[in-house]
């Protein structure tokens, strides 16, 4: 199975921050790598998909990178509404998840 | 506009099975493919298969094989989700999701509600 390590597990940050979170695949996962965002009470929703590509609809703010085994998330100014956990996962090889990173207005 | 609705909580003895339902309306039924996810309370994002609504093609991670079933009823485009040999450890929110093209793996466009299932003896 691909694990996938995402760091931090948390993060404290103030707005209009750069929040970076990065995802380690433990094999080979070319560009096969999606971003969620998902607020409390709430289903996960699609932010970037295929490592770089960013979902219509969604603020530019978002942004992805990577390829391979590594994988970063950026929001390039972060603002209250982002307030959410972020999973990256992966569909190359079967699915699965990383374990979040829980994101928090300083 | 597309949306998933899933069946109501659900509250299971160890031992039991639980059936979930996810009821698709908005686009074509049979062109795209439903996956099952579930979460734990305060954890990550689990994946539980899927099946394909164009050919009813499963897949299962070895963890869940033996022990989820998941099917479809394309005349009333609703797609199943049974879990058998329930314990505590299965208590969870459990959604469906849709696979944003065509294939059966990619990124997942949209979300059910999450049906909450708890196993308590």
């Known amino acids: 199975d691909v694990q996938m390590t995402q760091s931090p597990s948390s993060l404290s940050a103030s707005v209009g921050d750069r929040v970076t979170i990065t995802c380690q695949a433990s094999?080979?996962?070319?560009?096969?790598l999606n971003w969620y965002q998902q607020k409390p009470g709430e289903a996960p929703e699609l932010l970037i998909y295929?490592?770089?590509n960013l979902k219509t609809g969604v603020p530019s703010r978002f942004s992805g990178s990577g390829s391979g085994t590594h994988f970063i998330f950026t929001i390039s100014s972060l603002q209250p509404e982002d307030i959410a956990t972020y999973y990256c996962?992966?569909?190359?090889?079967?699915?699965?998840f990383g374990q979040g990173t829980r994101l928090e207005i300083k | 506009q597309v949306q998933l609705v899933q069946s109501g909580a659900e509250v299971k003895k160890p031992g039991a099975s639980v059936k979930l339902s996810c009821k698709a309306s908005?686009?074509?039924?049979?062109?795209?493919?439903i996956h099952w996810v579930r979460q734990a309370p305060g954890q990550s994002l689990e994946w539980m298969g899927f099946?394909?609504?164009?050919?009813?093609?499963?897949r299962y991670p070895q963890k869940f094989r033996g022990r989820v079933t998941i099917s479809s009823d394309s005349s009333a485009s609703t797609v199943f989700m049974e879990l058998s040999s329930l314990r505590s450890e299965d208590t969870s929110l459990y959604y469906c999701?849709?696979?944003?093209?065509?294939?059966?793996?990619?990124?997942?466009?949209?979300w059910g509600q999450g049906s909450l299932v708890t196993v308590s003896s």
């Open positions: 999701t849709r696979v944003v093209y065509g294939n059966s793996w990619g990124p997942f466009d949209h």
């Open positions: 908005g686009y074509t039924f049979s062109s795209y493919t």
């Open positions: 099946i394909n609504a164009a050919n009813d093609d499963t």
């Open positions: 094999q080979d996962i070319s560009k096969y």
């Open positions: 295929d490592a770089s």
């Open positions: 996962q992966q569909y190359d090889n079967l699915i699965t």
